[in-house]
């Protein structure tokens, strides 16, 4: 069963809309984003992957799936797809059976397709920003997927801001978009580069992650040589496959053969400072004893 946490702030919004007079609509709202995030959460039932946290922000809402990022991406992909999806299912429905015409019936159609068109701009941490992230984490490494995310989730974030402004000048009482802005921009000046300490801390993860599975979601062989060092490796590191090193060396023609998990665990223990050869000769002296 997963936690459900109310930010303080809710309250103070929805004061706020009895003020201005617009309950209606934050029912509505609440509603369409709720059933958004339940079909996160029934999509990650089905993967049989576990949501930990259902939070309920000022901005919407946000559920945590545990160990998400350790799925293929495109197991990823569908979890995070049945937020948006259910979104254009429900606005469809509505547009072909639903024939009355009051201006809350016609809100909350509207509402569903914007929000599930929202949730899907590559901005991180958003649907679509995720979704994203796991397909460039899983071929290029999660440092490299993070940097690109945030470059190109800023790059978003301004175009919406001048959005935001265009809705102040239409309507100079509503600036829910620039207040969004503002909220990603904090979430991604927040969600830092990966780190050792970030890395070290995946890494751990990942390795308990498949002693409690016993299994790979998706095994990568990588060739590579006995001079790379384990800096080099971890820039492609990724939590969503399993990588097999072919090392090539000078005095065997046929390349050995090192698991991620073992030498991974090498690395935890004592550091990332060092080359695969440090490995293959730490291996012989274990081998010796």
């Known amino acids: 069963?997963?936690?459900?946490?109310?930010?303080?702030?809710?309250?103070?919004?929805?004061?706020?809309?009895?003020?201005?007079?617009?309950?209606?609509q934050f029912f509505i709202l609440f509603f369409v984003i709720t059933v958004h995030e339940f079909s996160h959460i029934l999509a990650s039932k089905k993967g049989k992957v576990k949501c930990i946290k259902w939070s309920f922000l000022p901005v919407g809402q946000a559920a945590f799936i545990e160990d998400l990022v350790l799925q293929p991406p495109w197991k990823q992909t569908i979890i995070l797809l049945a937020g948006p999806m259910s979104n254009f299912i429900i606005a469809a429905i509505g547009h072909l059976f639903i024939m009355i015409d009051h201006p809350y019936v016609q809100f909350f159609l509207i509402s569903n397709i914007a929000i599930g068109i929202f949730n899907l701009l590559p901005i991180y941490p958003l649907d679509g920003g995720k979704i994203l992230y796991g397909w460039l984490a899983h071929y290029r490494?999660?440092?490299?997927?993070m940097k690109q995310?945030?470059?190109?989730?800023?790059?978003?974030?301004?175009?919406?801001?001048v959005f935001g402004i265009i809705q102040i000048i239409l309507y100079p009482f509503n600036s829910s978009l620039l207040f969004i802005c503002f909220y990603l921009n904090y979430i991604n000046k927040k969600q830092q580069l990966f780190g050792t300490y970030e890395l070290y801390k995946m890494m751990w993860i990942k390795q308990k992650y498949i002693d409690k599975t016993e299994m790979c979601n998706f095994v990568y062989c990588r060739r590579t040589h006995v001079e790379t060092s384990f800096a080099k490796i971890l820039q492609t590191f990724s939590t969503s496959r399993y990588d097999v090193f072919l090392v090539q060396t000078k005095t065997i023609q046929q390349p050995q053969i090192i698991f991620e998990k073992e030498l991974f665990a090498y690395i935890l223990k004592y550091g990332m400072e060092g080359t695969i050869e440090d490995y293959l000769e730490f291996q012989k002296n274990q081998a010796k004893c």
């Open 1 to 24: 069963m997963f936690k459900i946490r109310f930010h303080p702030l809710v309250i103070i919004l929805f004061m706020v809309s009895i003020a201005l007079n617009k309950v209606g």
């Open 141 to 145: 490494g999660n440092l490299q997927a």
């Open 149 to 161: 995310m945030l470059y190109l989730s800023r790059k978003w974030i301004e175009l919406l801001k």
